[in-house]
């Protein structure tokens, strides 16, 4: 684990700020080379921590019991399978196009962008964990019914655990790559 591991890290670390102090989050909108292709990749970010808040809310709500158990297998199996999908093509693309173009546009943030790659592999971890646990409870509603309520919370834990990683990669990702998207006019 390093200081910049997911697990520890409380924002955008300070040296990988040199930017974000020039262009601040409130001036983005406004700013002329801030593109719209930049306004639907953050778009994409509210998606997945929307998706992200809905299977964690079914979850909370199927442990009260307050779900019929069929809505929420099939609720579980769609948004669950929306997320981990959108989430691996997203990360797919950031690694291989998005975080190279913008390490040869400035090489200041090289240590910054390994940091958000090396966070998307510990993403891998949360959402295997995910798909796992879904499964089984999906699977045991056919198999053995009485049984799969054991699986929901461990469903609910892989699910606030990937909010909570999502809230500080997000987050932290916009914050070291707006700012050098609009500085060099990329993306427009
Ligand atoms: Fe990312
Ligand atoms: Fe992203």
Do not use: C
């Not at 690694?95 to 958000?116: H, Q, S, V, W, Y």
């Not at 990702?173 to 006019?185: C, G």
């Amino acid at each position: 684990m390093t200081q910049y591991d997911i697990t520890v890290r409380q924002g955008l670390p300070e040296e990988m700020q040199t930017l974000l102090r020039e262009y601040p989050r409130d001036a983005w909108p406004d700013h002329p080379n801030f593109a719209a292709s930049i306004e639907r990749w953050m778009g994409a970010h509210t998606m997945f921590r929307q998706i992200a808040a809905i299977v964690a809310t079914d979850t909370e709500e199927m442990l009260d019991k307050q779900l019929d158990p069929d809505w929420y297998a099939m609720r579980l199996g769609h948004f669950g399978n929306a997320l981990v999908r959108n989430l691996h093509g997203h990360h797919t693309w950031e690694d291989r196009k998005f975080f190279p173009e913008l390490m040869e546009a400035d090489e200041r943030f090289t240590n910054g962008l390994e940091m958000l790659e090396a966070d998307h592999d510990a993403m891998d971890g949360l959402l295997d964990g995910l798909v796992q646990s879904s499964n089984r409870f999906i699977k045991l509603m056919d198999l053995s019914r009485q049984d799969a309520p054991s699986e929901l919370p461990e469903v609910l834990n892989q699910a606030t655990g990937i909010q909570a990683f999502l809230d500080r990669h997000l987050t932290d990702e916009e914050d070291l790559t707006v700012p050098i998207l609009l500085h060099h006019k990329l993306r427009g």
